[in-house]
């Protein structure tokens, strides 16, 4: 490397350390999870140029191109709630050429996984579909039964996101069998939230109950509080479901909390979002309105334009049943374009 480049090498790999170090914390759960996030943001500006430095040099150094495989790689959780899809879909393809470059057929499968769920994110679940499928065949031909099972609990929630539930149920069971066999509690745990959503689209909610009971004992058991909000959440859409109104509310309220606590704004635009589902089914429409409009100023801020479009469709829902039906068509309008523009 010549030496002009070398401060600024050693720069970006100081930050990738620093954001190895912030998601390892992030990892332990708990209070060790706010501290974590904290540290995060006040050294994001610097981890964005740290990773901006690896891709622009990735064609000249081999060392970039490490760089861009570990930042990707070592603080997956936090990029996830600060990136947003589009710009995780980009380092991910960046960490994917890198893994491929080396050979590294295991990281190749982590990126691939990755990147699918990037793209679930952004709305293009097929897309994330052929990504969770190529990353399955690596981790069986490794014989990788945690990834296997990752895999196939992504593949059913990308099925479930498209209504095809009925082929989500296996692959959810088949992930909590491994889960189970490996021992793994919280990934059992998120593998009953999935069959808890499916039960739930099935129409089966006091099986869908059992299943999200169980599985936010043991997120909080490990101390996973950002998946304790999104249990809390689906456990407030089966009350829901099932008619009962003020537990669901309950539910919801507990999710926005534990979303703000953790600065997760993603969780807070979904909690926000069912809350004023209910709102809309108790006929309390304007707080119905004042939940929506804060979810869509929250994604329109992420960068979020599928979550944009669901928060716009949601207005259109609330204001036609309130029988204010020119803002109705209004805000459906422009759902639809967004649908449009994401091929949705």
Not at 88 to 93: G, L
Not at 118 to 140: K, M, N, P, T, V
Not at 213 to 231: K, Y
Not at 241 to 250: D, V
């Given at each position: 490397m010549p030496k002009q480049y070398q401060a600024y090498f050693r720069y970006a790999a100081h930050y990738q350390r620093v954001l190895f170090a912030a998601h390892r914390r992030y990892l332990r759960g708990g209070p060790e999870m706010k501290a974590a996030l904290n540290t995060f943001d006040l050294e994001w500006n610097h981890i964005q140029?740290?990773?901006?430095?690896?891709?622009?040099?990735?064609?000249?150094?081999?060392?970039?191109?490490?760089?861009?495989?570990?930042?990707?790689?070592?603080?997956?959780?936090?990029?996830?709630?600060?990136?947003?899809?589009?710009?995780?879909?980009?380092?991910?393809?960046?960490?994917?050429?890198?893994?491929?470059?080396?050979?590294?057929?295991?990281?190749?499968?982590?990126?691939?996984?990755?990147?699918?769920?990037?793209?679930?994110?952004?709305?293009?679940?097929?897309?994330?579909?052929?990504?969770?499928?190529?990353?399955?065949?690596?981790?069986?031909?490794?014989?990788?039964?945690?990834g296997e099972g990752a895999e196939l609990g992504n593949l059913g929630a990308a099925y479930v996101a498209l209504g095809e539930n009925a082929k989500a149920v296996p692959l959810h069971e088949r992930c909590l069998e491994i889960q189970r066999q490996l021992n793994d509690r919280g990934g059992e745990a998120k593998s009953l939230g999935n069959l808890g959503l499916?039960?739930?689209?099935?129409?089966?909610?006091?099986?869908?109950?059992?299943?999200?009971?169980?599985?936010?004992?043991?997120?909080?058991?490990?101390?996973?509080?950002?998946?304790?909000?999104?249990?809390?959440?689906?456990?407030?859409?089966?009350?829901?479901?099932?008619?009962?109104?003020?537990?669901?509310?309950?539910?919801?309220?507990?999710?926005?909390?534990?979303?703000?606590d953790l600065g997760d704004r993603r969780e807070q635009t979904v909690s926000l979002g069912s809350l004023g589902n209910a709102y809309v089914d108790l006929e309390e429409y304007q707080r119905a309105f004042d939940c929506y409009e804060r979810a869509l100023e929250i994604d329109h801020d992420l960068g979020d334009r599928r979550g944009e479009g669901q928060d716009l469709g949601n207005l259109g829902i609330a204001y036609a049943r309130s029988g204010e039906l020119s803002k109705a068509i209004e805000f459906y309008e422009k759902f639809l374009n967004i649908s449009r523009e994401l091929g949705d």
């Open positions: 140029n740290g990773h901006s430095w690896a891709a622009q040099n990735i064609e000249n150094f081999e060392s970039a191109v490490r760089l861009c495989e570990q930042y990707a790689d070592v603080g997956a959780h936090l990029l996830e709630l600060r990136l947003v899809p589009t710009e995780r879909i980009r380092w991910r393809h960046l960490a994917l050429w890198a893994a491929i470059y080396f050979n590294n057929r295991s990281a190749e499968a982590i990126h691939l996984g990755n990147l699918g769920l990037a793209y679930a994110d952004l709305g293009s679940f097929r897309q994330a579909i052929d990504c969770y499928e190529q990353a399955l065949a690596i981790h069986r031909e490794l014989g990788n039964a945690r499916v039960y739930i689209n099935l129409g089966r909610v006091p099986q869908a109950i059992q299943y999200l009971e169980q599985g936010l004992a043991l997120h909080r058991e490990v101390g996973d509080l950002r998946s304790e909000a999104q249990d809390l959440g689906l456990l407030g859409w089966a009350y829901h479901c099932g008619g009962k109104l003020p537990e669901a509310i309950e539910k919801y309220e507990a999710q926005w909390y534990l979303a703000c």
